[in-house]
C-alpha cells in the first residue's frame, strides 16, 4: 500500500480552495518513478550493504514532496532544471507505522532536466554520512577469517548463511528457557545523540535485543528494547537505542541477543548477522 505525507493532502486541498489561481504547469506533471535503490559502503569501515530502506523522502527544488513507499511512480508539477533531494526511509524497529528517515544515510540528489507529461526514471545510490562512528561491525569474518565478536554465540558456515560465508547463531534446546549472547567488547557511547543497532536476523525462536549499561561503581543494568518475533527468511533491522542509552547514563555498554525457547516448545535456533553499532 502507497502511502503519502500529509503535506501533500494538504496542498491538493489548497489547489482547490485557491479557486481562480492557476496551477503549477497548468496541471500537467511529470512523472518520476523509483523502483529500486542502492547502499554503497565501505567495506572495511562500514561492512556489507545489507539494509531495508523501505521508503523515499523527496524534495524538488526545495519543496517537500513527502514520503513514498517503494516502488513508486508519483507526479511533479514542475519543469525545466528540477533538483530533487532524495533521502532513505526506513521502519524504526521494523515497525510499518514508524517510518523515519534514517539519519546516518546521506541523501541522493539529481536534476532533471524535465519535461512536463515526459516520464522519468531514477535509481538513488545512498551511502553513510561521514561522520557516522561505528563502535561494532561484525560480519563474523575478517578477510576470509572466521570471527566472533559475541560470548555465548556460535558460528555456523552452512546453508543458512545469506551474507559472505559465515553468521552467528545462538541456540536453544529443551534444556534452555533462553539463551544470551553479549558482545565481549564495551563501549563509552555519547548520550544525547543518535545511537542505533543494524542487524540481520532469521531466527525459529523469538528473541530480544538490547544493552547492558555498566557503571563505574561495579553495578549493571539491563535494558530489553526489542521484542522480535520469529521469521524464517533473513530481514534487516534497525534499532534506536539513543533516549534508553540517554536515561540509563552508564560509563559503559555492551550490547545483546537473548534468544527464548517458547513454553511447551522443543527450541530452536536465531541466526544473527551484520551487526552495526552506530552514533555521531
Not at 9 to 19: E, H, K, Q, T
Not at 51 to 68: F, Q, R
Not at 146 to 163: E, L, Q, R, W
Request: charged share 20%; hydrophobic share 40%; with cysteine.
Amino acid at each position: 500500500m502507497k502511502y503519502t505525507s500529509p503535506f501533500i493532502l494538504i496542498a491538493i486541498v489548497l489547489s482547490f480552495v485557491g479557486g481562480c489561481k492557476k496551477m503549477p504547469n497548468d496541471g500537467i506533471p511529470f512523472y518520476l518513478e523509483v523502483d529500486s535503490i542502492k547502499l554503497n559502503t565501505n567495506l572495511n569501515k562500514e561492512g556489507l550493504s545489507s539494509h531495508k530502506i523501505t521508503d523515499i523522502w523527496v524534495e524538488a527544488n526545495a519543496a517537500n514532496l513527502g514520503a513514498y513507499e517503494l516502488p513508486i511512480n508519483f507526479p511533479v508539477l514542475q519543469e525545466n532544471d528540477v533538483r530533487f533531494v532524495i533521502s532513505a526511509g526506513i521502519e524504526q524497529s521494523g515497525q510499518s507505522g514508524y517510518r523515519i528517515i534514517y539519519p546516518f544515510y546521506n541523501p541522493d540528489t539529481v536534476t532533471l532536466s524535465a519535461v512536463r507529461g515526459e516520464k522519468y526514471k531514477h535509481i538513488p545510490v545512498f551511502t553513510y554520512k561521514s561522520n557516522a562512528l561505528f563502535s561494532l561491525v561484525s560480519g563474523f569474518e575478517n578477510n576470509g577469517t572466521i570471527s566472533n565478536d559475541f560470548t555465548g554465540m556460535a558460528v555456523v558456515s552452512d546453508t543458512n548463511v545469506k551474507y559472505g560465508t559465515a553468521c552467528g547463531v545462538v541456540s536453544v534446546n529443551t534444556v534452555d528457557s533462553s539463551k544470551i549472547a553479549s558482545s565481549i567488547q564495551t563501549w563509552d557511547l555519547p548520550e544525547g545523540q543518535e545511537i542505533w543497532l543494524e542487524f540481520d536476523y532469521k531466527s525459529e525462536v523469538p528473541f530480544y535485543v538490547g544493552f547492558y549499561g555498566q557503571f563505574s561503581s561495579g553495578g549493571t543494568i539491563r535494558d530489553d528494547i526489542l521484542f522480535v518475533t520469529p521469521k524464517a527468511t533473513w530481514n534487516h533491522l534497525y534499532v534506536k537505542l539513543s533516549e534508553s542509552i540517554s536515561s540509563v547514563r552508564a560509563d559503559t555498554y555492551s550490547i545483546y541477543f537473548e534468544a527464548l525457547r517458547p513454553y511447551g516448545s522443543l527450541g530452536g535456533n536465531l541466526y544473527i548477522d551484520n551487526v552495526k553499532l552506530i552514533h555521531f
